[in-house]
């Protein structure tokens, strides 16, 4: 069965400086995954994904996530936070092999400091 | 192009009640997905509607039922309603549903609150 793990209930970063939130997962076939941002009180925003090609995918706000097929990670990265990057970070994997559904980790809150 | 919307944004029923939550997907999409919300278990997958058939469906109990009409529009209901129910459910929709590799876009959601 496939599997997504957040390792970090919360990451706390200043801004300016890089800020990488961690993603593992567990696909039997080929891994999608996605990035996903959630912001108070509203409905989440698509960031990124990958399906196949580069390894370095470039998402939406200047965030980027880099696939690692032997660590199965994908984590996502910014080389610059800025306080309005503080919010709840999503990451997702759906088995491109199986016609399944997709599944979200527990969720990464992340917080900008000023 | 307009998002996917959420009908009602807010609702409060009480333990024994049903609810019945819609969701508009964007325009030409055909697959609709409902998601629930919580604090404790986070995002977790209820199920999955592609040209009003249910191709997937998450671990949650009979209680919970959806449908999907020949415009795409969706709705989820509730029935006997459990204290537990009380979540952010969200609607997400893309365009063809299949290979899985489609973008999903979320509704704003619908907070429920079972008293």
């Known amino acids: 069965a496939q599997s997504v793990a957040q390792p970090e209930d919360q990451v706390n970063v200043a801004e300016g400086n890089p800020l990488t939130v961690k993603c593992t997962y567990s696909v039997s076939g080929n891994p999608y995954l996605f990035w996903y941002v959630q912001y108070p009180n509203r409905g989440l925003q698509f960031l990124l994904k990958?399906?196949?090609?580069?390894?370095l995918v470039k998402g939406s706000y200047g965030f980027e996530a880099e696939f690692n097929k032997s660590q199965t990670s994908f984590h996502l990265k910014k080389p610059s936070a800025l306080v309005s990057d503080s919010a709840l970070y999503f990451c997702a994997v759906r088995d491109g092999n199986r016609d399944d559904k997709i599944i979200f980790g527990k969720g990464t809150r992340l917080h900008i400091l000023p | 192009k307009a998002g996917v919307t959420q009908t009602p944004r807010y609702l409060i029923k009480t333990r024994g009640q049903q609810v019945t939550l819609s969701c508009s997907p964007i325009s030409g999409h055909r697959s609709v997905s409902w998601y629930q919300q919580t604090p404790g278990q986070g995002l977790q997958f209820l199920f999955e509607y592609f040209s009003e058939t249910q191709r997937n469906k998450g671990n949650f109990p009979g209680r919970f039922s959806g449908r999907q009409f020949s415009n795409s529009r969706s709705e989820m209901n509730v029935s006997t309603l459990e204290l537990g129910d009380s979540a952010l459910y969200l609607c997400a929709s893309s365009s063809t549903g299949t290979g899985g590799f489609e973008t999903q876009y979320f509704g704003p959601g619908t907070r429920l609150l079972v008293l």
């Open positions: 990958y399906i196949t090609g580069d390894n």
